[in-house]
C-alpha cells in the first residue's frame, strides 16, 4: 500500500487494485486505524510504500506471514489466520445492527450470497444470547415462585 492512498484528514483509504472490480473502493477509517497509520507513516521512513521491504528499501512488503506469527506470538495470542479477522469484523457489524447491504459494501462484496455465511454466525450468536437469558432467568428464579426483573 501507497503512502498516497491514505487521506487521514478524510478518514479515508483508496485501494487502487484488486482481484476483483468490488474490490476497488474508498474505504471508511475508523479514528483508531487512523492514529495506527499515522504511526506506521512514521515507522516507514521516507519511501512511497506504508509497508517497505526490509530486503529491498525501494520495494514493498509482500507478505505478512511471518509478521502476522511473529506478531501474534510476542502478543501471546494463539495462532489464527490473518483472513479470519474479516469474518470477525462481518460479524461484529452484523450484530450490532449494521444493515446487511452495508456490510456487503464495507466487505467490498459484489455478491449478497457471500454474506450468508456471516448470517449464519449472526444466527448461531442469537442463540448465544437468548442461551444466556435462559441461564439468567433459571438463577434469578430459583428459591421463589416468580423471577425479579430488574
Do not use: C, H
Not at 121 to 130: H, N, S
Not at 131 to 147: I, Q, Y
Amino acid at each position: 500500500m501507497k503512502k498516497e492512498n491514505l487521506d487521514l484528514e478524510n478518514g479515508v483509504a483508496w485501494i487502487p487494485d484488486s482481484k476483483t472490480p468490488n474490490g476497488v473502493a474508498e474505504v471508511p477509517l475508523t479514528p483508531i486505524a487512523i492514529e495506527a497509520f499515522r504511526r506506521q507513516i512514521e515507522l516507514s521512513g521516507p519511501g512511497p510504500y506504508l509497508f517497505p521491504s526490509v530486503e529491498n528499501p525501494g520495494g514493498y512488503q509482500k507478505s505478512f506471514k511471518t509478521a502476522w506469527r511473529a506478531s501474534l506470538r510476542r502478543a501471546g495470542v494463539q495462532y489464527f489466520r490473518i483472513y479470519d479477522l474479516r469474518s470477525t469484523y462481518a460479524t461484529r457489524l452484523s450484530a450490532g445492527g449494521v444493515a446487511d447491504e452495508f456490510v456487503t459494501q464495507l466487505l467490498r462484496q459484489g455478491d449478497a450470497k457471500v454474506f450468508k455465511k456471516y448470517s449464519q454466525m449472526k444466527l448461531q450468536m442469537k442463540r448465544e444470547a437468548l442461551g444466556k437469558l435462559n441461564r439468567s432467568a433459571n438463577e434469578v428464579g430459583k428459591g421463589s415462585d416468580t423471577a425479579k426483573l430488574n
